[in-house]
């Protein structure tokens, strides 16, 4: 039988994490995450389904903060937690194993705990205070691959390495591995590289002979090998289990290396056509998933609702797909706003941009040059950060906003479903609260475009949590008499 370990998740959002830890034989004793609005779909689709949300603020969100964490998610700040002491040390007392979270750390810095009131410092000392405090014998800190760049220009170390030597101080002290894990590796149609500081207790470490290294370990470098290797992939790190094409010819197949997943695939039942065995694959795996959301499976495709645009944004978007189909620089629309150059020279810069007519005559503005011309100018735009996915290739990182991604064969921007697809969300895992908001609500606001975006993908949390649970489970078993 398989020994259950106790987590808490921190930093919680939508559930992502807990969601993937769950899968690998880990039980949430607890979340904590401040907005409601991410909050309502952790509780719905990991504690209880939800039938009527304003019931669920009165007797949820507004009870006692020691009644909301008997029921295991807080939504408040994690700072009100760590006021209450006795509650704090009630859940120590319970034995919990793994603390994971992502605490945001971008402006993180050992000097900053002498600072209370610099924000950006703030929040990971509360992390590894509620660390100290538990005392669990593994911890995870998930954020973003940009954090560990050095500031060197300032003659700083990088946040990420800053929180690395703060997490050795801590409590007894734990060993920690810096890992930058890109989702694509295991499994995910995406492709999503996220930093990752992973921690062992050092009594852990000295019982199993677990050694980390400071230099941070890439996802990409990994072979797939079934163990860790001298040199290769450090003991805390989980095997990679996906790969491109070229790197399966190169390292030859194998039964536990598989090709990455791709956005075609992960669209499964939303494309016109019979799914493909790989898709079909994919949705057996993200079933496997499925039976860890709680509560009750309710029908039809939720979260699915495909968003209209103007008759100009469809046109644009239209010209995206057409644009990757046939390796158009997208950068040509903006050339009609070159006003450094005179009239003829913008349109001739256009002309030069012309493909060649589409075979079958699929796309009428390529018939000829002088409608493709025509057609660029009127959809000319400054903004360029919009493309159209790939259907054969991973999807880009999904972030919080869906504007610049464009649906694949669709002239729209992909569904809040079709995101979750990207990120490994089982179709059951219902995203609740509004699906949007507008600019000036952002810093307030978590709607589900962005606790989609915001997310552990759920397969890349199980990967990282069945390697610690391989670790917890041998140390139980080297204690027992």
Not at 38 to 48: C, K, S
Not at 137 to 162: C, L, Q, T, W, Y
């Amino acid at each position: 039988m398989t020994k259950t370990f106790k987590c808490v998740d921190l930093f919680a959002g939508c559930g992502g994490l807990s969601l993937g830890l769950r899968a690998a034989g880990f039980k949430e004793r607890l979340a904590v995450e401040k907005s409601e609005m991410a909050a309502e779909t952790y509780h719905h689709n990991l504690i209880a389904p939800i039938e009527d949300v304003e019931k669920w603020k009165r007797d949820h969100v507004c009870a006692d903060l020691a009644e909301q964490a008997q029921r295991g998610l807080v939504v408040k700040e994690l700072g009100a937690l760590l006021e209450r002491e006795e509650l704090v040390e009630s859940i120590a007392a319970e034995g919990i194993d793994l603390v994971a979270g992502g605490p945001p750390c971008q402006g993180f810095s050992m000097a900053g705990r002498r600072n209370p009131d610099d924000a950006r410092n703030r929040l990971p000392w509360q992390f590894l205070e509620f660390v100290e405090t538990v005392k669990p014998k593994a911890v995870i800190i998930e954020n973003v691959s940009g954090m560990k760049s050095d500031f060197a220009k300032h003659g700083k170390r990088s946040p990420f390495k800053e929180l690395q030597e703060a997490l050795r101080q801590t409590g007894s002290g734990y060993v920690a591995q810096p890992l930058l894990l890109n989702a694509r590796h295991f499994g995910a149609p995406q492709n999503r590289p996220r930093l990752f500081l992973v921690g062992i207790s050092r009594d852990v470490a000295d019982t199993l002979g677990i050694t980390v290294s400071d230099t941070l370990w890439s996802s990409a470098d990994d072979d797939g090998a079934l163990l860790p290797t001298e040199g290769g992939r450090p003991m805390l790190a989980p095997r990679r289990t996906h790969f491109s094409a070229p790197e399966l010819e190169h390292l030859g197949q194998h039964a536990a290396r598989q090709k990455e997943r791709i956005v075609q695939e992960a669209l499964y039942g939303l494309l016109e056509g019979a799914p493909s065995p790989r898709s079909l694959e994919y949705k057996e795996v993200l079933a496997g998933l499925d039976q860890h959301v709680t509560g009750k499976k309710t029908s039809g495709l939720k979260n699915h609702n495909k968003r209209r645009h103007s008759d100009k944004v469809t046109k644009r978007f239209g010209f995206y797909q057409v644009a990757t189909e046939r390796g158009l620089n997208k950068l040509v629309l903006g050339l009609p706003y070159r006003h450094d150059l005179p009239r003829e020279a913008r349109l001739e810069a256009i002309r030069t941009t012309y493909p060649g007519p589409s075979e079958g005559g699929g796309a009428e503005f390529l018939k000829d040059v002088e409608t493709y011309v025509q057609h660029v100018q009127e959809l000319a735009t400054k903004k360029h950060s919009q493309r159209a996915l790939r259907l054969l290739e991973p999807s880009p990182t999904v972030v919080s906003l869906p504007d610049d991604f464009v649906h694949p064969v669709e002239p729209r921007v992909p569904t809040v479903r079709e995101l979750a697809r990207f990120q490994t969300f089982p179709d059951t895992f219902e995203f609740r609260a509004k699906e949007t908001t507008g600019a000036h609500r952002r810093r307030v606001e978590v709607p589900q475009y962005t606790q989609v975006g915001n997310a552990v993908p759920p397969l890349l949390a199980k990967a990282l949590g069945t390697r610690l649970h391989q670790i917890l489970a041998q140390v139980s078993n080297e204690q027992q008499p």
